[in-house]
């Protein structure tokens, strides 16, 4: 079945410490986001690529990082530098020939620093 | 700013009953509009769209209405069941209905047996 892979599921970090959240895909889908979800909040978008080797900060991307070196990858760093880190982040795609559907959501990685 | 307003944070209804759900959006560039149901430490699934030329799509128990002049859509649920408690968010884009999606902040709907 195609889909989106997210891991690990539960991360615990210590602060100071750079972590990085897999996301894997397997839909051909061009394009992948990174969200961020806190209680109240809604999902605010950190990071998304439209195509390989290319991405666009979101609305929140201060402390974060990613590449897109692969069609099927698109890895999201947590660096020491964000702030607040807590929080839960899904991944996404999209296909720009796909219905009026949006976005396949991965399970999510619930974060934590301790 | 926030481009995508759900403004009721939570909503309980009786099983059977309807349920609606409310959205507004404040940037007149969107074209697609859609609603993704969440349960908790889960993604959000895709639930049913709508474009901006029309007032009305149906699918099933739910249907989703536009109001393009009011800048307002709704989510109606018919009839309601215990299932359906989740977190439904509200979301828009505005070139495409695979571009970049804008979420509003949800709302948890609560469906009492």
């Known amino acids: 079945d195609g889909g989106i892979t997210q891991s690990p599921k539960y991360l615990f970090r210590k602060e100071g410490q750079n972590v990085t959240l897999s996301c894997e895909q397997n839909?051909?889908?061009?394009?992948m986001y990174w969200y961020r979800q806190d209680p109240g909040q809604g999902l605010r978008l950190i990071y998304y690529s439209q195509i390989v080797n290319d991405f666009q900060k979101g609305d929140i991307a201060e402390g974060y990082s990613v590449s897109r070196e692969k069609k099927e990858s698109f890895p999201l760093t947590v660096t020491s530098a964000q702030k607040n880190p807590t929080a839960f982040y899904l991944c996404a795609s999209s296909s720009p020939t796909g219905e009026l559907s949006g976005y396949t959501f991965g399970s999510g990685t619930r974060l934590t620093v301790v | 700013d926030q481009q995508v307003k759900q403004n009721s944070p939570s909503l309980s209804v009786q099983e059977g009953r309807i349920s609606i759900l409310n959205c507004d959006y404040t940037?007149?560039?969107?074209?697609?509009f859609l609603w993704y149901k969440k349960y908790p430490a889960e993604g959000p699934t895709f639930l049913i769209s709508?474009?901006?030329?029309?007032d009305k799509n149906e699918d099933g128990r739910f249907t989703v209405f536009l109001n393009k002049s009011a800048k307002h859509l709704s989510l109606h649920i018919v009839p309601s069941q215990p299932g359906d408690s989740a977190v439904y968010f509200c979301a828009a884009s505005e070139a495409g209905a695979n571009s970049k999606l804008t979420f509003g902040k949800g709302i948890t709907l609560s469906v009492r047996p």
């Open positions: 839909l051909n889908h061009d394009a």
């Open positions: 709508i474009s901006s030329i029309k």
């Open positions: 940037n007149s560039m969107f074209d697609y």
